[in-house]
């Protein structure tokens, strides 16, 4: 998992996917996108016109399920993600990708917040 996040962050498209499997799906569904086999979720990562840049957070899980929570920054715009990955074999088989932007608190409960960075 760390290399792959490490790649990730490097754009090194490669060793970014060497996780997956061939048959591996990759789901979107803010977008209601998904993406089927390693190398259509490489190619469509490296045409991202974007710069991007990736902090993890936090990476838990077990046997065949993980999850990572982490900051993209795209063009330095960030976005909280979390990452669902299922594993079949030692490879991913299934991703599922969501992403918040980040807002304001809301007033109603602005004086019992502390902000995080």
Request: hydrophobic letters at 35%; a negative charge; charged letters at 30%.
């Amino acid at each position: 998992m760390d290399r792959h996040w490490a790649a990730s962050d490097a754009n090194d498209f490669e060793e970014e996917h060497q996780i997956y499997r061939e048959d591996a799906v990759l789901d979107y569904p803010q977008s209601g996108e998904r993406i089927c086999g390693r190398r259509k979720i490489q190619s469509s990562r490296a045409a991202q016109p974007n710069r991007k840049r990736f902090t993890v957070r936090r990476i838990i899980g077990a046997g065949d399920l993980w999850v990572t929570e982490y900051l993209l920054a795209y063009d330095g715009l960030p976005s909280h993600t979390v990452s669902i990955m299922e594993f079949l074999d030692g490879k991913v088989a299934r991703e599922t990708q969501y992403f918040a932007d980040p807002f304001e608190p809301g007033l109603s409960r602005a004086q019992w917040v502390e902000r995080i960075a």
